[in-house]
């Protein structure tokens, strides 16, 4: 009898809501509220996918590596050593900025949120090895789909190893509550709120 209530519970049991137009880039199946993420290696672009479709690229070897699943890890390195000399070398004219190595063009890139989007800055090679040997977590990034994700704060830095879609969330929620030339109070509770979230979802490294 449990049998036949579980059967039927399913079957009444609310579909996920699903965002109007929404579907996935694959195969075309609508697409819930929360979902995974693919990226094209070649195009440099982050897809929106079912389920299915994100299982399928999780292997590194299909599409000969052109698609690749973005994982679901956060780690927070409590570590993390920069300085603002060196910082102003990686040539970052805001306070937030993500690194992720293109497996394409065999290098790192570095982005900084604006309210225009995610912006390109040219990294300077000599200091990122300066900063990625200093610190346990750039050297565990899976290229494409992973990034080091810093931020400046008074007193000093925090970084994050997280998905790389977590870092286009971050510049979306910049340009949608962003106001005026400093952003203004709404934009930084955001933000704010963004960080906290990550510091709860990663595993701590380094000292507490």
């Known amino acids: 009898m449990s049998d036949g209530l579980d059967i039927l519970r399913r079957f009444t049991r609310p579909p996920p809501r699903v965002r109007p137009g929404e579907r996935c880039e694959m195969c075309g199946e609508p697409l819930g509220e929360e979902h995974p993420h693919v990226v094209d290696v070649e195009q440099r672009g982050l897809l929106c996918t079912c389920r299915p ?15 690749r699943a973005v994982p679901d890890r956060y780690r927070y390195d409590a570590a993390f050593a920069l300085t603002d000399a060196q910082w102003d070398e990686l040539q970052i004219p805001v306070g937030m900025a993500f690194f992720l190595i293109n497996s394409a063009l065999e290098r790192v890139i570095a982005f900084y949120p604006s309210p ?18 200093a610190n346990v977590l750039a050297a565990e990034l ?15 830095y925090e970084s994050y190893l997280v998905p790389v879609d977590a870092c286009y969330e971050l510049v979306g929620r910049i340009r949608l509550h962003w106001r005026g030339f400093d952003g203004g109070t709404q934009a930084h509770t955001e933000i704010d709120r963004f960080f906290a979230r990550l510091r709860e979802r990663s595993r701590k490294e380094g000292a507490p």
């Open 142 to 156: 899976e290229p494409d789909v992973e990034a080091l994700l810093v931020r400046r704060r008074e007193g000093g």
């Open 116 to 133: 225009a989007g995610a912006t390109e800055s040219r990294l300077p090679l000599a200091t990122w090895q300066a900063v990625a040997g």
């Open 53 to 67: 479709c994100y299982l399928l690229f999780s292997n590194p070897g299909a599409s000969r590596g052109r698609y």
